[in-house]
């Protein structure tokens, strides 16, 4: 017998560190040929590291959390044959204590379940995490995979993982147990004393320490203008209305797209990145717009890359295509890097106004609030129209704050005459 030794991969990008978020083994456990055994996250994207090699876990090389160098011991293995371990080096280290997976609980059932559905007995399992009603629960994007694949809604399944969180061993007991089971429905009026600590980890630190960053380092200011997508929402109805079936229906997201687009034109000083560290500013011809978009992990950033050469649908396609490797835990690290302006939308949960945080090292970045009808003055006559506010938010170091005011205000022209979306 000998031992394999799994070192830190060089994901690339020049990265020197990288975060371990969740180990699927434990000391004791075979593991086979290409199987993951843990995920590490860079930057924004989550990568799942395999086993190259069939044989026993003897060691595991950080805690979930832990920020580790690349080149650095990741995992032991016991495997038949001389294995990759010379003896001259250093004895293994003594294995990492980590907590032990215990026996997911039993649920109490909400539904009615075949009477040859597994039950484990109470005892077998420890209390379940309690979540908020709207409250996501914890789970790696390999996890959330598979909970998708196979049509399970994660906020049902008791996570025995640490601060709840949802393992592979959970989503098996949860499929064996054929059910859709959640927390014992309690009074309103109950009295509660339960007290929950979540480590912040993996993606969400990533968005906090961005979020900080970015607050500390760019000087920002915020600009609101209202805007009458009246005409704008009766092009996008006919549009649907005919294409809709054989070309996509269109969301609001590709006209906005396109209004940043043409919008640029005029303010390329909008569309660059700024090195505040070099002092140095890189404008681009190119447009490409971040999408923020909401995942089960937190909020990511996809790129839509070179908007210019996009038709509406062509944008339509590549943003519903963006936001389902969001979704599923597929994006890669290319498509969630190299943004040169930002767009955000909570859709119909838009609120009236909003201060989004610019996405350092852009300089802009353009929010979205929800729409709707109000009465409106328009040549003398009150008239119910639509209307919708874009709140923006600019780094002052860089954006001057009339350049801003009148960026925004073309990108409200190119919306209430949308015609003027399409002319060269």
């Not at 560190?17 to 000391?27: A, D, H, M, S, T």
């Not at 920002?220 to 209202?226: A, L, N």
Request: charged letters at 25%; glycine letters at 8%.
């Amino acid at each position: 017998m000998g031992t394999h030794v799994i070192k830190m991969p060089d994901i690339g990008e020049g990265i020197a560190q990288v975060e371990l978020v969740e180990w699927f083994v434990k000391v004791g456990d075979m593991v086979s040929e290409d199987q993951v055994v843990a995920d590490v996250m860079t930057d924004k994207a989550t990568v799942d590291i395999p086993s190259p090699v069939a044989g026993k876990v003897l060691a595991l090389g950080g805690q979930p959390g832990e920020v580790m160098a690349v080149g650095s011991e990741l995992i032991r293995i016991e495997v038949e044959g001389a294995g990759n371990l010379r003896e001259s080096a250093q004895p293994p280290a003594e294995p990492v204590a980590t907590p032990a997976k215990a026996a997911p609980q039993a649920r109490i059932e909400v539904a009615a379940v075949s009477t040859s559905a597994i039950k484990p007995a109470p005892a077998q399992r420890p209390a379940p995490v309690a979540r908020e009603a709207n409250e996501r629960p914890l789970a790696s994007p390999a996890v959330r995979k598979r909970a998708w694949d196979a049509g399970i809604e994660l906020r049902f399944v008791v996570g025995s993982g640490p601060a709840g969180r949802v393992l592979h061993d959970d989503l098996e007991l949860y499929l064996a147990q054929d059910s859709r089971s959640a927390s014992a429905p309690t009074s309103g009026y109950a009295k509660r004393t339960d007290e929950e600590q979540i480590p912040v980890i993996g993606l969400r630190r990533k968005i906090a320490q961005r979020m900080q960053d970015a607050k500390r380092r760019a000087a920002h200011f915020s600009y609101v203008e209202e805007v009458d997508v009246t005409a704008l929402e009766e092009l996008r109805a006919q549009l649907n209305h005919k294409w809709g079936d054989s070309r996509g229906k269109l969301t609001l997201l590709p006209f906005l797209v396109r209004a940043m687009v043409v919008a640029l034109r005029d303010f390329p000083q909008i569309n660059v990145r700024y090195d505040d560290e070099a002092q140095l500013i890189t404008r681009f011809g190119a447009a490409h717009i971040g999408v923020a978009a909401q995942s089960d992990n937190g909020l990511m950033v996809p790129v839509v890359r070179h908007a210019e050469t996009l038709s509406l649908w062509a944008a339509a396609d590549e943003i519903t295509r963006l936001a389902s490797a969001v979704r599923t835990g597929k994006a890669t690290r290319e498509e969630l890097t190299g943004s040169t302006i930002t767009l955000t939308s909570l859709g119909a949960l838009g609120g009236i106004v909003s201060t989004p945080v610019v996405n350092l090292p852009e300089v802009a970045i353009v929010g979205v609030n929800r729409i709707v009808e109000r009465p409106m003055v328009v040549k003398g006559q009150i008239v119910i129209r639509k209307m919708m506010n874009l709140s923006s938010s600019f780094d002052h170091r860089v954006v001057d704050g009339m350049d801003a005011a009148q960026f925004i205000q073309a990108m409200r022209g190119l919306l209430e005459q949308p015609a003027t979306l399409f002319l060269e």
